[in-house]
């Protein structure tokens, strides 16, 4: 390993309150890559089949990239993953801002929590200098207020991931958060710190990041920049930033609305990029080297209360604004403020919470249950819900394990609307006429979730009542995408300003010194795609073809409004997407991976756990 | 010759531009050797670039005991690391609160990316516009900077 690796890992014990450092496996840098490469890789290894997640056997890995901390657009990204309490399988999350980076200039190329301990603390790493601190004072306090906190009695120099109330509540959608206002949002890794008492992660480090050809990333880091400079996108997107996107989902018929019951909201416009930018915008943010920044720090104020709050970007716009029917940007902005101060997944808890309301109009719950009455678009009934579902209390206490559970627990035909995949929520895109943004959630390997194929755009561009082609396409996206989370830098670039891809293996050689391929790159990818696969079936017992498919709401009701109105895919429509995908993915007809595939990857632990539980 | 201007307000807090003077300075990809700052000390979101101000009369220059630090006539000051002791006066120095140190204890002192054909790296790659190289007004003599940096620029 010439560069780009900072050859150690740094494993922290809660239990013993001990850490020490481990060089870094050369063959898992080879076949993984880093970052969610990384973090899948050491949770496979080291985690049992059947751990609790909220228990000691549980660990948090949180891996930078090889490319992260390097000079080049947006090399900032860093992954957090833990078998997940909402799940069950293994779960992860990514955020930007500076830890990844600080993570590398400490050197480290991944940190790993495990074991459980029983007073709050704070995991203190200054270079080689590892401390679990005492973390009372911090516990019980609002994210951004418990880092500011930190930050004034260590140094403003070091950089935090930290958990809120709802993390410390062990509530399973709870998030990571860092820099006042980026999360690691899904698969409720904030509970499993949570359960190991860590209240934060305070990293500050002194080291440079080797590099193979120093010259060159120079030269390459510059060209670089300079391409996204010239890209159209650079200028027409940067200023609004993901909400940007808003109208357009909205015109596709693709916005969340009401609990996912429809998908045109009719108060976009009070809550998209434009308002947001005209009304409560203070100034941009961005993570660390990034050129288009995406982060809107803003003011809003919502009757007698005002709140700084990064954000909202576009996921939140749509779960709080359209799912939860908030209509203006203040008040969308004032939601995200509290998720974000509680430690909540907006994704997640707009479901939750959107879920909570119909399940309150449609009378499964009632006003003494909740203890108040709630409705739609009301920034009161979703602060107190929020509240309700971050310190477990009432009726928060069965919200706050997410929306399958808390549906199995209603009963009452409720599990038709828990917008769901293998128990993570839905994020923003409404997916009913647009079947490969389906497929991508069908069997996106962490649950419903977007980021490793937004194929929404390829469904409009390529006609959205077929379903030929989709799942090719969709496996394309799952390799491309994702190879941005093994790099350790942030994919927004080549999203949104169309900024090109071959850029990565490029200055991935001049960093590391090792030539890489796309397609090598790619099999990486398909290497972490098994790997999760595999766990999912060792994991649970009824991990079938049937933990892809969406709620029933997804195939049975067509979209009763806007402009995708009477728009529905089949369930057969569904079922040929599936073949498809797993005969091009070279699984089985029940999703399980085949041994041929499983070895061409050159994964034959996967092999030998799989034949041992009787599933190959 | 270049004079570097700061727009504090599109500051986006990024460090591209630390990221990268400390790349073209140091070969290395570690913010905190950047010859420029950001200072985040009001936490959120005031961002505020840190950049020499090329004093006409350097007090960092004036206050190094071993003559390390020497004022040019363009304003400025060229750093001999030969001489460098290490002491950290011409830190205490600067009235600006901005010159800083590197790990190895000598002064990180901005050169203005002399002679680096797109001029000076932090300014190239903000393309916020919070940092704004522009030409100097009037012509300067840069016969020292360009013997000190003589090899570095070639």
């Not at chain 1, 998720?339 to 719950?365: K, M, P």
């Not at chain 1, 990486?524 to 999912?536: C, E, G, M, S, Y």
């Not at chain 2, 003077?21 to 959120?44: N, T, Y």
């Amino acid at each position: 390993m010439r560069g780009g690796y900072m050859g150690k890992i740094l494993r922290v014990n809660l239990t013993h309150g001990t850490a020490h450092s481990e060089p870094t496996d050369p063959e898992m840098a080879r076949d993984f890559i880093g970052g969610r490469g990384f973090v899948q890789k050491i949770l496979y290894d080291e985690v049992p089949v059947g751990a609790n997640p909220l228990g000691p056997d549980n660990k948090v890995v949180v891996a930078p990239g090889p490319l992260s901390g390097v000079f080049m657009p947006s090399s900032g990204k860093v992954q957090f993953g833990a078998k997940s309490p909402a799940t069950g399988i293994m779960g992860d999350a990514n955020m930007g801002g500076h830890f990844s980076v600080e993570i590398k200039y400490a050197g480290y190329d991944a940190i790993i929590l495990e074991g459980m301990g029983n007073r709050p603390s704070v995991v203190v790493i200054d270079d080689d200098k590892v401390e679990i601190v005492d973390g009372s004072k911090y516990w019980g306090k609002g994210s951004s207020v418990a880092e500011k906190m930190i930050k004034d009695d260590l140094g403003e120099d070091f950089q935090i991931a930290i958990i809120g109330p709802a993390g410390e509540n062990m509530v399973n959608i709870a998030c990571v958060s860092h820099d006042y206002g980026r999360q690691a949002g899904r698969c409720g890794i904030g509970a499993v710190m949570g359960s190991k008492k860590v209240k934060a992660i305070a990293v500050r480090g002194s080291q440079s990041v080797p590099l193979a050809d120093p010259e060159k990333v120079l030269e390459y880091g510059k060209k670089m920049f300079y391409g996204c400079f010239e890209k159209p996108g650079f200028r027409e997107w940067t200023p609004l930033g993901t909400p940007g996107v808003t109208p357009w989902v909205n015109e596709v018929g693709a916005f969340p609305t009401k609990n996912f019951s429809t998908t045109y909201f009719d108060d976009h416009e009070e809550i998209g990029g434009e308002a947001l930018k005209e009304r409560i915008w203070l100034t941009d943010k961005g993570c660390f080297c990034c050129p288009t920044p995406c982060g809107k720090y803003s003011r809003t104020t919502v009757g007698k209360k005002s709140a700084y709050v990064e954000g909202p970007e576009y996921e939140t716009v749509a779960l709080l604004g359209g799912n939860c029917m908030l209509s203006t940007i203040e008040e969308v902005a004032y939601a995200n403020y509290v998720c974000d101060e509680l430690g909540l997944d907006t994704i997640s808890g707009g479901n939750v919470i959107g879920f909570a309301l119909e399940c309150a109009e449609r009378g499964i719950i009632t006003e003494e249950q909740i203890g108040r009455s709630v409705k739609w678009g009301d920034i009161d009934s979703f602060v107190y819900l929020a509240e309700k579902i971050a310190r477990r209390e009432g009726i928060g206490d069965i919200l706050a394990d997410g929306v399958k559970v808390a549906s199995e627990k209603f009963g009452q035909g409720s599990e038709r609307f828990a917008i769901h995949i293998k128990g993570l929520e839905w994020s923003g895109y409404e997916a009913r006429w647009a079947p490969a943004m389906m497929l991508a959630y069908m069997t996106c390997d962490i649950g419903a979730h977007h980021n490793r194929a937004w194929a929404i755009t390829y469904d409009v561009a390529k006609g959205r009542e077929s379903t030929e082609g989709k799942a090719a396409k969709v496996i394309e996206l799952q390799r491309i995408r994702p190879s941005f989370d093994l790099l350790g830098c942030c994919r927004l670039q080549w999203v949104e300003i169309g900024f090109e891809f071959d850029y990565y293996p490029v200055m991935f050689e001049a960093v590391t010194g090792r030539k890489i391929t796309e397609k090598e790159l790619y099999d990486a990818t398909d290497r972490v795609w098994n790997l999760t696969r595999t766990r999912a079936f060792l994991e649970l017992p009824d991990f079938s073809r049937a933990s892809d498919y969406p709620p029933a709401r997804f195939y049975e009701e067509p979209i009763p409004t806007g402009p995708a109105k009477g728009k529905l895919i089949k369930k057969e429509q569904l079922d040929e997407m599936l073949d498809d995908y797993y005969e091009l993915r070279g699984w089985d007809e029940n999703g399980t991976p085949t041994r041929e595939t499983l070895e061409e990857l050159g994964l034959e632990t996967c092999i030998h756990d799989l034949e041992r539980a009787k599933i190959l | 010759m270049f004079r570097l201007k700061v727009a504090a307000d599109k500051c986006t807090g990024c460090r591209s531009c630390e990221t990268a003077c400390s790349l073209a300075h140091e070969g290395a990809c570690l913010p905190d050797l950047g010859r420029i700052w950001i200072d985040f000390a009001d936490h959120d979101t005031k961002f505020s670039p840190k950049i020499c101000r090329q004093c006409r009369r350097p007090r960092c220059a004036a206050a190094c005991p071993v003559g390390a630090l020497e004022a040019l006539p363009e304003g400025g000051a060229r750093f001999i690391v030969e001489k460098c002791v290490e002491c950290g006066s011409c830190v205490s120095a600067c009235p600006f609160h901005y010159l800083r140190l590197s790990h190895d204890g000598v002064p990180l002192i901005c050169d203005l990316c002399y002679g680096r054909p797109d001029g000076p790296a932090c300014a190239r790659i903000c393309q916020e516009g919070a940092i704004i190289a522009v030409e100097s007004p009037e012509p300067a003599e840069q016969g020292k900077r360009t013997e000190a940096k003589g090899d570095a620029n070639q």
